[in-house]
């Protein structure tokens, strides 16, 4: 292996138990952490790089939410069924190119039909209504997509060799850090894709106020349409990435639970929320794991990366860059 | 001519106020409660108690607890499964501690201390509203489920890291354990989901239930009439986590008889929900409905290609019933977005008057 | 839309008129000996459930095929989808009770826990093959549980000392770190105690690292362990975990030939995703890879030439295809022992629970399957339902699984003792008394669970 930085040594010093413990959880981590600072780098750069994979997935979230109110818990099984697609054709033998090319008008196809069975009969319904019916969706999903390209675990490979280089004594991956820049990439489209555009000042219409929208003429169909396409091309590009990591197979749905906390971090409503949260939860996340973890035996990331959003939102129930919940009596 | 209505007049207030004031409701719902006592232990097959009835009970139960918390009291919460594992934990060490306690007063505790951390996880709502809430409560999901996972003291050191349910016997009857029969946990499982319903719906139509529905529809004018937002709030939790903790005593002990944690993961908290937006949010009923509906949905789709002589592979089949499944949720959904419970009030409002149109 | 909602009101009211009458209509009895399937073919283990159950399903055609069944009566088995979930896995046991089944392999922690107390009075065998309640392996408390050929204590105590030999003996072990990367489960920290206890006795640096389920993003656990660096990790992971652990491993650039997965984490499917970078990875399992054997031949021959193979003839010889067949096998040949008692007829459990608990597999009869060398030998009693197997090491060459080691003992000394203390604690759990092997043996079989 690579020339690793050191593990950190352990002084015990005899002191009450309650002073351990204080010791333990606000003194020795910092004091870990400057000790080594590259492996402080390390754990940086792939808190970044997590993050900002969670946030691919929460910008789908976002994107669905901000136009059409709705809390897609379909998401994950989006993510899923565009990366199973793509690696089902790819299996078949079509070019990668084209098979990109045909997943993206599969995911289309999907957000004409969803916007005729699902939405279109349920406007108008409180929001809770509408979660549900993505839940329906969502096992719809789970069983079509299993039952069309089948249950085993499929390799998605896109060319980028998952190899680290070192960088100044600091390890980077070469996958992550193509994820990262494609997130960036893909939030910096969108961004543009909402300022500049004429769909995207339309969609920012829609999500301010349905109705206003609909009466100087823009058509709510068309924009749902539009919406969940965009949607799904993120799911797409999301199921790559993580797809790349794992193994494309059901387990890819559950990451959707992963990327909650960043979006109520970031807000429901905002692009650039998703991916500050993102950050945010992802370095928050490796560090409690790294420095803290070791204290209460590990694994805390699940309930660490929700108690660090919990925390954000009491100081701001909207999130970071959610829009302010003006209440009316 | 079905509900002959004539000549039911109320000369008492509490006769008004009945829960059931039609005549002919009340004696079909004690009839009905008598049948289930009886019928099911005596007649069916250990299938139906084991693998349906006794889970729709206890999901019965536990989805009376979140209805009142997210029905009722608005409050939308994914926490229900660490409640439940709270209320199984807790149960699990009240019954190996303290041998000698009657299991009801095991399950009863147990739903106390679900109340006390319920109430514990609560007070953030006070804060944050919504969508926010529900996934600032899946940090209680996760934080439970990690707890009862990393702590031994919860599994009392045991080697497999699971809680076993011990045998317990009420009224001479064995009830828990390997050797209770179905039909006397049915019978446990029937009597406190029934006792708890009633309790749940006389809460809902008291003073408490009209302040959590007045929180949930306009919660800053109802802190002006005078309605305490952090009690009612906090309230609403705690009672919510003693139906959950109840249920998840209830899951371990009368119908798996041993569990792991996996068993109270995000997927339980996902399921009592959908039990309670399916079956009707704001109603008893409607937990009951909605608990019926997910177990038996799914039941009945696995054994319909038997049935009618269709053998398909079973991958094949389970993956038509998750897509029959969730189709069926948003068929239901836009035929009725008020769910099961809505429809039942139609159907009995239509059967009030019929064969009269209106 | 009324027309819709009355239409609804009335398909739910014919449900649920209909609904119970479900129940009343007989299942289709074959005459057989019949075991359920319980697997899962869908949901997040189904790349690890998929090769286990057709390896069964062949295993069991071919006999019925090849043999016309044990000993002339026939196998009947059905599967049923549990998707690992417990729930799943009650709702399926309690349905296919029905038809009297003898054995019952659960393939899952959860529910096996699930049955093992209702093995007892239901006088069904539960055979969790190398997995479930360790502390089962003690047949004195658990007479209806088996779990033979080895179980996971047995296991953690012989990659220690695989490691050992590989370090040039044991006492060569001290000072050196061993990793052991666990899913945060009861599955994923059985291995914990014996590890801690082995790291005590051979003074070896043990650190332990929990992964949280489902294991999709470990970044957190492989910088600790690149921070860390240690010269072994023993991985107990289960589903996505493996394959993203796998990946991780080598994009840190750790030595995949001192990286040993489980057996339950190194099967082809866990080493599809990272390509080259699994190469040399290894794994722990107690029967050999591949198909280099007579009975896979046969398996052709019989099964699938017949077009009755349950999944692709390629797919044979997987680790996990082969876990299937050696359970199938060993349910089999213990159905056969207790056919050898009590007639060639269809059985009871109480009787193939016989055949269990006076199991001996020898080499001649491995050779009559065409297995030899497939597994080994192993003979099981009243007070040892695990049988001490040996384990063996298999290796990753980024085309298909090699068997790189001799078969490993594993520390028995060290594992009985906790296996005896852990079987007391969970018997009495359930109320159960400890039988009496020597007073069984000379008057006979009384398997029935005596209570307080």
Redesign the interface.
Known sequence: MPCAPTAPSSTPISGSPMIELLRGVLVAPFADMAGNLTFLTEVLFGGVAAGLMYSLVALGFVLIFKASGVFNFAQGVMVLFSALTLVGLMEKGVPVPLALGLTFLTMVALAFAIERIVLRPLVNQPQIILFMATIGLNFFLEGFGEMAWGANVKKLDIGIPDTSFIVRGVQVNRLELTAALTAAVLVGILAVFFQRTKIGRALRAVADDHEAALSIGIPLKTIWVVVWSVAGLVALVAGIMWGAKSGVQFSLSLIALKSLPVLILGGFTSVPGAIAGGLIIGVGEKLGEVYWGPLVGGAIENWFAYVLALAFLLVRPQGLFGERIIERV | MIYRETGQFKSSYASDQAIFPIVQDRVLVLLGIAAAFVVPPLLANEYWLQAVLIPLLIYALAAIGLNLLTGYAGQVSLGTGGFMAVGAYSAFKFATSFPQLDIILVFLLSGLMAAAVGLVFGVPSLRIKGFYLAVATLAAQFFLVWLFNKVPWFVNYAASGTITAPPRSLLGVMVTGPEASAGARYVVALGLVAVFALVAKNLVRGRVGRSWMAIRDRDIAAEIIGVRPLRTKLLAFGISSFYCGVAGAEFVFLYLGSAETLAFDINLSFLVLFMVIIGGLGSVLGSFLGAGFIVLVPIFLTNVPHLIGLSLPVALQKQMELMVFGALIIFFLIVEPNGLARLWQITKEKLRLWPFPH | ?PR??TA??GL?AL?VML??L??V?P?QQAQGIFVPLL?Y????F??SG?PIANGFVDYFTLVNERDGGINGVKLVWE???T?YD??QG??CY??L??RNPVLVNPYS??IT??L???A??DKVVVFSMGYG???AADGRWFPWVFSFPTTYWSQASAVIRYIGQQEGGLDKLKGKKIAHIYH???YG??AN?TLEDLAKKYAFELT???????G??Q???W??V????PDWIFMSGW??MN??AV?EA??????MDHLIGNWWSASD?DV????D?AKAYKGATFHAPGTNFKVFQDIVKHVYDKGKGAGKKEDMGAPLYNRGVANAMFSVEAIRTAMGKYGNKVLTGEQVRWGFENFNLTEQRLDQLGMKGFTRPIKVSCEDHEGNGPVLIQQWNGQKWQVVSEWVQPMRDVVRP?IEA?AI??GK???YTQRDCQKEMSSGPAPAQK?R
């Open positions: 839309m819709a909602r609804l009101i739910l449900a609904g119970p479900a129940s209509v299942a697997v073919r869908t949901g997040p189904a790349p998929i599967e049923c989808e998707q417990t729930k009650v709702e309690e349905r009770k029905a922690t959860g826990y699930q093992i107390p209702k007892a009075v309640m360790t502390a945060n489960s009861p920290r059985e105690p332990l690292l929990a992964v949280d389920s489902p999709q993003e970044k957190a656990t910088l600790q690149r921070r860390l660096n589903g996505v394959q993203v990946k080598a994009s840190v650039g750790f030595r499917a599809v995703p990272a390509g970078g906790k852990a604690e969970e759990k359930l109320d209570k």
